[in-house]
């Protein structure tokens, strides 16, 4: 049962512009972030010549885990990848905290 005045629908009439404006985001970020990502899977998995694209499924994948170049970057990068993401990880806090404290100073 319902009491007199209380709307039983979960989204609040004085919210349904937020939610619009927040779906509209949601929308772009979807149309701008992930449909690139999926359509580029896609193509991975085809092998073109020219306008002619045929599907080749996981085989340029195998092609591209046995090529010896694309090993080695890969181990340079995994070897690589701890250092650069960790200095942001430490600096990045003590760097800010020092600006934030020149910017006290003035």
């Not at 007199?4 to 609040?12: C, D, L, P, T």
């Not at 070897?79 to 003035?106: E, G, L, M």
Request: proline share 4%; net charge positive.
């Amino acid at each position: 049962m319902t009491e007199k005045g209380v709307s039983r629908s979960f989204i609040k009439p004085r919210d349904k512009y937020g939610w619009l404006f927040i779906s509209l985001a949601l929308i772009l970020l979807g149309v701008l972030l992930f449909y690139p990502i999926v359509y580029s899977l896609y193509l991975s998995t085809m092998s073109s010549k020219g306008i002619v694209q045929k599907f080749v499924g996981f085989g340029n994948y195998v092609k591209l885990f046995q090529d010896s170049m694309f090993l080695l970057a890969l181990k340079k990068y995994i070897n690589f990848f701890p250092y650069s993401s960790s200095d942001n990880v430490i600096f990045s806090p003590y760097t800010c905290n020092y600006f934030k404290r020149q910017n006290n100073k003035v």
